[in-house]
């Protein structure tokens, strides 16, 4: 079956970048000229995803603004010939895909916003794209395709993964892998923000999921851990481990955390670096920068 339906969870409450995400949801956090969940978007639609479900809280309306039509802006800038580039931009976010919303009414964690999405994805595969997670691949080879691609060949629920330094493991997960081919794993075990004892692996699930339907039923069937109350998706994702229904590819792409400061800074200098118009004389405000520490 196509995949064609995502969701985007994007309503944490962002605390590590604030007082930035006080009335700016993080996933609005801009990346040069367009908001970080714009870029995440944008990669699903080049994966051939048509319908999109962006999981959002109070405080999060600037986000269906943005994906929305602003009469008055465009209006504004329709009629003006040495405004139409602008124009095309600022209609261009209204017809990228089908895009819904529901809210996620309590913070109750990462799994609990999933389950939100149940009724809308009935009984399909679909993609999750974390909101806060930008990734930025080879054109014409976006990371949720690769993993769809995984999908598809295996029929197994598939995340997006890669080598961590081994001191950031605790903060993610930790994955005992076995090798199936070029990039793709089998998955037999995964820790949830393991001790360093525990790291069985330095490969960490980074911001991108493929799963089947049954995986609702996994986060209902999943216990709260122990030590922080909350129900963990690497535990409801563990029990389509346990059943050999679980694959990792390692992806080709760059990730930038955008729930972090220094992940914004980085994902603002390397996308501006490659941006078509400001890009040389980044560049070169860099290179004098540099000189100078
Ligand atoms: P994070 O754990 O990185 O987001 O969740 P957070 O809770 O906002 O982070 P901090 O620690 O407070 O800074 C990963 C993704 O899951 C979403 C977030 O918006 C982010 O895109 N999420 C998280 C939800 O949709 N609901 C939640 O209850 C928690």
């Known amino acids: ?103 996620q009414k309590e913070t109750k964690g990462l799994a609990h916003a999933i389950l939100c999405a149940e009724k809308f994805i009935g009984n399909e595969p679909f993609a999750i794209l974390y909101g806060d997670d930008v990734i930025v691949s080879p054109e014409g080879n976006p990371v949720i395709g690769q993993l769809i691609k995984a999908y598809e060949k295996y029929g197994a629920g598939c995340v997006g993964v890669k080598e961590v330094p081994r001191e950031d493991v605790p903060k993610y997960c930790s994955l005992d892998i076995t090798p199936l081919e070029k990039r793709i794993m089998t998955v037999n075990n995964i820790i949830e923000k393991p001790t360093p004892e525990e790291i069985m692996s330095c490969y960490s699930i980074l911001g991108r999921v493929v799963m089947p339907p049954e995986i609702f039923d996994c986060i209902r069937n999943t216990q709260p851990d122990k030590k922080s109350g909350e129900v963990y998706f690497t535990d409801s994702m563990l029990k389509l481990a346990a059943k050999g229904m679980l694959n990792a590819v390692d992806f080709e792409g760059t990730r930038y955390d955008m729930g972090n400061k220094l992940g914004i800074m980085k994902a603002n200098c390397e996308v501006a670096l490659n941006h ?12 004098e920068l540099a000189s100078t520490l």
């Open 1 to 103: 079956m196509k995949i064609t339906k995502a969701i985007i969870p994007a309503a944490g409450l962002g605390t590590r970048v604030l007082p930035a995400s006080k009335s700016v949801p993080k996933e609005m956090l801009n990346i040069v000229d367009k908001p970080a969940i714009q870029y995440i978007v944008e990669e699903a639609v080049a994966a051939g995803i048509t319908d999109i479900l962006i999981i959002t809280n109070r405080g999060k309306g600037v986000i269906e603004d943005h994906f929305d039509h602003s009469f008055e802006l465009e209006a504004n800038l329709k009629d003006n010939p040495s405004k139409q580039k602008i124009y095309e931009d600022v209609l261009y976010p209204a017809n990228l895909a089908n895009i819904y919303y529901i809210r």
């Open 276 to 287: 078509p118009e400001i890009g040389e004389d980044f560049k070169a405000y860099l290179r």
